[in-house]
């Protein structure tokens, strides 16, 4: 009898052994690992602003400084979400504006470089240099090169590509020509996400000089 209940007993023991490991599977599964998994990813988020961010230093230098064929160069830190999902570069056109100016009419493209990584609740988050001003989806973190009555716009003729990736991403942009326009009306931007900060900051612009970039992106093993 005595050896049945102990039995029973190192049955309940190792029973509740499995039920307290398993509760304490469950707690960290949903409570610990996505805080651990959403940190990280911010700290991730985090380091490609900072580059993104200096990557605008590099090219204002370019245009206020540099001379034609100047290049600069970034490492975009390990571009991927949670899980070790892959994030998406893309570089190449962005918001399309024209203008009217003394010699014609022009039509441009702002140069456009944006890191989309997906976050731990499959939320994708965006990071964008565009034209000369950094973005966090929608929202300007830094201005572009604009005053009360001139602007300086980095546009870009490239064609579009995009990269998967979820290694350090190494960016070079070169550029290729700057060119003045003055007595300039009649600013019309294209949609896009951008496009009602790009409309408020060009709207008193009278003088434009548009600096030529091309960028080019290569995953880094």
């Given amino acids: ?3 049945a209940e102990c039995a029973v007993a190192e049955i309940v023991s190792f029973l509740l052994i499995i039920a307290v490991l398993a509760a ?3 707690i960290y599964s949903t409570a610990v690992l996505p805080a651990l998994e959403a940190s990280a990813v911010e700290k991730q988020q985090s380091s490609i602003t900072d580059e993104l961010c200096g990557l605008k230093s590099d090219i204002d230098l370019l245009w206020s400084s540099g001379s034609p064929a100047s290049i600069c160069e ?3 830190p390990r571009a991927a979400g949670y899980a070790g999902t892959a994030a998406t570069v893309y570089f190449g056109p962005g918001t399309a504006l024209s203008f009217n100016h003394s010699a014609g009419q022009e039509t441009v493209f702002l140069a456009s ?8 609740h499959a939320e994708k988050q965006t990071l964008l240099y565009e034209g000369g001003a950094v973005f966090y989806d929608e929202a300007a973190l830094l ?12 546009v870009s003729n490239d064609a579009a590509d995009v990269i998967l ?3 350090p991403i190494a960016v070079t942009a070169a550029c290729q020509q700057r060119t003045k326009y003055q007595d300039v009306s009649g600013i019309r931007v294209a949609d896009s996400a951008q ?3 790009w409309r408020s900051v060009l709207s008193g612009v009278s003088s434009i000089t548009l600096c030529t970039i091309s960028f080019s992106a290569e995953a880094v093993p």
Avoid at 113 to 120: A, G
Avoid at 143 to 154: I, K, S, W, Y
């Fill in 74 to 76: 970034t490492l975009l």
């Fill in 113 to 120: 470089l944006s890191c989309t990584s997906p976050s731990f």
């Fill in 1 to 3: 009898m005595r050896n």
């Fill in 24 to 26: 304490g599977i469950g």
């Fill in 165 to 167: 990736a979820n290694t």
């Fill in 143 to 154: 201005p572009a090169a604009v005053g009360d009555t001139h602007a300086v716009l980095v």
């Fill in 195 to 197: 496009a009602a900060y």
